[in-house]
C-alpha cells in the first residue's frame, strides 16, 4: 500500500535526520572537556546545526516545488550524511561548528518537505493523523541518536559515538532511497526566489499563522534549553551519574512518539486550539517536576514534559499547512524555520541561565516561554 511506504520512507528520513541533528546532545559534557569550552560554547554544537537548518528550510521548498518533493529529500539526506561522517574527526571546535551549520543546512530539506509531501499524497481528511505519525517517527530518530551516541562515547569518546549515529543515518539514508514511492499528488511549480518570499511575506502577515509559527519559536526552544542542559545537571552533584546513564532519560522520548501520534487522532474530537493548550499545559507541568533532587521524579517530569511538548508540536506543524489557502510548502518551511530559529537561540541562551542560576534558572526559562506561547495561543483564539 502507497500509504504504508510513504509511512516506513518518513520514518527512515525521519530516522536520518533528527539522529544526526541531535547526537551531540547527550555528548555536550564530554565534548566540553574535550574542546575546552564552557556549556554555553558546547551548546553551540546544537545551535548551529539547528540554525543551519532555519535558515536552509525556505531554499528547500523552492527547490522541492521545481525537482519535486521525493528527489529533493533524497539529495538533502545524502548530503547530511556525508557531512556527519566527516564532522566528528574535525580537530577544532571551530571547524566543527562550521561543519554543524552545513550539516544543518543540507537537513533543511527534510522537515518542511515531509509535512508537504505527506500532504500532496494522503487524503486531507487525513492529514492530521499523518503529520502525527510523522512526527512520532522524527521523535525516534531524536531518541536513537542520543541513546547510541553517549554509551559509544563513555565506552570510547565522543567523536566515535557521533561517528556510529552517522553510519546509523547512511542506512536510514539507505531505507528511504529503496521504500519511498514515486509521487503521485506533485506538479511541478513555477516557483521563483521573488514569488517564494512574496508568498512568505502573505504568510507572515496572516495572524492565524503567526501564532503557530509562533508556538513552535517558543516551545521548541523551551525543551531543546530543557534538554541541553539536563546533561550537564546530572553529571553535577548530588547526581554524579556517567553521560552513558544519564542518556537513558532520552527514553522520555517515547512519550513524545506515543502523544503526537494520539493528538493527532483526537483532533476531529476536541478540535485543534483546545489540544494545543491542554498539550501546553502538560509540557509546563513536566519541566516543574524535574525541579526536586530526586531521579525517579526528574524522570516523571521528563516523560510529561516531552509528551506535551510533541503533542503541541503535532498539532501547529500540521495546523500550519491546513491554514495555508496557498503556497503551504512555504506555511510548513516556515513554521520550521521558527521551530528550529527557536531551538538556536533559546538552546544557546538557556546555558546563561544554567550558569547563572542553575536547574532552576533553566526551568524557569522554559515555563516562561511555554507560557507566553499558550498567552498567545488563547488570545489569538478571542481575536478571531
Not at 192 to 206: E, K, N, P, Y
Amino acid at each position: 500500500m502507497p500509504y504504508r511506504r510513504i509511512a516506513v520512507a518518513l520514518l527512515g528520513a525521519g530516522i536520518a535526520t533528527f539522529a544526526q541533528l541531535y547526537s551531540p546532545q547527550g555528548i555536550l559534557p564530554l565534548l566540553a572537556t574535550d574542546l575546552r569550552v564552557d556549556a554555553s560554547q558546547a551548546s553551540l554544537a546544537i545551535s548551529a546545526a539547528t540554525t543551519g537548518l532555519a535558515l536552509s528550510v525556505l531554499p528547500w521548498s523552492l527547490v522541492a516545488d521545481r525537482i519535486g518533493r521525493v528527489r529533493a529529500m533524497r539529495i538533502s539526506l545524502v548530503t547530511a550524511t556525508v557531512l556527519g561522517l566527516v564532522m566528528p574527526w574535525c580537530p577544532w571546535f571551530e571547524a566543527l561548528l562550521a561543519i554543524r551549520v552545513l550539516e544543518g543546512v543540507a537537513l533543511g530539506g527534510i522537515p518542511g518537505i515531509a509535512v508537504v509531501y505527506l500532504s500532496e499524497e494522503v487524503d486531507r481528511r487525513h492529514t492530521a493523523i499523518a503529520a502525527g505519525t510523522y512526527v512520532s517517527g522524527t521523535t525516534i530518530g531524536g531518541l536513537a541518536g542520543r541513546l547510541i551516541a553517549a554509551p559509544v562515547a563513555d565506552l570510547t569518546d565522543w567523536r566515535w559515538g557521533a561517528f556510529v549515529v552517522a553510519v546509523l543515518a547512511a542506512v536510514a539514508t539507505t531505507a528511504f532511497f529503496v521504500i519511498a514511492p514515486p509521487p503521485r499528488g506533485f506538479r511541478p511549480h513555477p516557483a521563483s526566489v521573488s514569488s517564494v518570499l512574496r508568498s512568505a511575506r502573505r504568510h507572515m502577515r496572516d495572524p492565524r499563522l503567526l501564532v503557530l509559527y509562533g508556538q513552535g519559536f517558543l516551545l521548541m526552544g523551551a525543551f531543546v534549553a530543557a534538554y541541553n542542559y539536563l546533561t550537564f545537571r546530572l553529571e553535577a552533584p548530588p547526581f554524579l551519574l556517567p553521560v552513558g546513564l544519564a542518556s537513558l532519560l532520552f527514553l522520555a522520548y517515547l512519550a513524545g512518539t506515543a502523544s503526537s501520534r494520539i493528538v493527532g487522532g483526537l483532533v476531529g474530537r476536541f478540535g485543534r486550539g483546545p489540544l494545543l493548550l491542554a498539550s501546553i499545559v502538560i509540557m509546563i507541568a513536566g519541566v516543574l517536576l524535574t525541579l526536586p533532587e530526586s531521579l525517579p521524579i526528574i524522570m516523571v517530569g521528563l516523560v510529561v514534559m516531552t509528551a506535551g511538548f510533541f503533542g503541541a508540536h503535532a498539532i501547529a506543524s500540521g495546523w500550519s499547512g491546513v491554514r495555508a489557502v496557498h503556497g503551504r510548502s512555504q506555511s510548513t518551511s516556515l513554521y520550521n524555520l521558527w521551530y528550529y530559529v527557536g531551538s538556536s537561540v533559546f538552546g544557546y541562551f538557556g546555558g546563561f541561565a544554567w550558569i547563572a542560576f542553575g536547574w532552576g534558572g533553566v526551568v524557569t526559562m522554559v515555563v516562561s516561554l511555554a507560557a507566553l506561547a499558550a498567552v498567545w495561543a488563547v488570545f489569538a483564539a478571542r481575536g478571531k
